[in-house]
């Protein structure tokens, strides 16, 4: 099945700060990769989400990147708020596994005021 | 209007009882799922069922077994609580086929005594 690793397991900023969180994965067939932000005590909720015919996107102050051949993809956040404080997780879906997610082991960001 | 609804949210009992929790969507999905998230805020996938069909199984002690009386519902029975149960139990729902993200519930706190 896929593999898919998450770094760094934890990461604090200062406000205004940019935040970066880097996945891989091992399937080359993944084609849809979403983010999700968990808060303290709450449920995971998408943030936001590339598929594999696009190399970046973004939305407002936060983009994704995607590279195929490396198969990685990274979460930029750019002037961080205290309330970007929370758990983000990659996942990354693969056809081969019946479209079923694999979730990277999370980050704890801290955005320091 | 919640679109993924589990009940309860709070589940308290002791080692070697039987529980369930309940989980009902109003998105029209095909796919539902259960996800375990542990101490360490790893999301692990448990159960997923496709149109009242199981299609995947991961690793899961036979104690825990999943009930789907329509598509729009997916419970989860667990019998003989362990200690080890104790976790957060989301259960989650997408469309049919991949490039879809998960619609989470609010979460299961489930703590074994």
């Known amino acids: 099945g896929e593999n898919v690793e998450q770094h760094p397991s934890t990461l604090s900023v200062q406000e205004g700060d940019s935040a970066v969180i880097k996945c891989t994965y091992s399937?080359?067939?993944?084609?849809?990769f979403p983010w999700y932000k968990q808060e303290l005590g709450k449920r995971p909720q998408l943030i936001i989400d590339i598929r594999s015919n696009v190399g970046e996107k973004k939305d407002q102050r936060i983009a994704v990147t995607l590279n195929k051949t490396a198969k990685h993809f990274s979460l930029h956040i750019t002037e961080t708020q205290p309330e970007d404080s929370a758990v983000y997780f990659c996942a990354a879906s693969s056809p081969n596994t019946g479209n079923q997610f694999y979730f990277g082991t999370g980050t704890s960001l801290t955005v320091i005021p | 209007d919640t679109a993924v609804s589990q009940t309860p949210k709070y589940l308290v009992t002791q080692m070697g009882n039987d529980k369930s929790i309940k989980c009902e969507q109003n998105l029209g999905h095909d796919t539902m799922y259960w996800y375990k998230q542990d101490s360490k805020k790893f999301l692990k996938i448990m159960f997923s069922y496709n149109n009242k069909e199981l299609i995947i199984n991961e690793t899961v002690p036979n104690r825990f077994s999943p009930k789907s009386p329509d598509k729009a519902h997916l419970n989860l029975h667990i019998n003989s609580l362990e200690l080890g149960d104790s976790a957060v139990y989301f259960c989650?729902?997408?469309?049919?086929?991949?490039?879809?993200?998960?619609?989470f519930g609010n979460g299961t706190r489930l703590t074994v005594t």
């Open positions: 399937d080359s067939a993944s084609n849809y």
């Open positions: 989650a729902s997408r469309p049919r086929g991949g490039n879809s993200p998960l619609h």
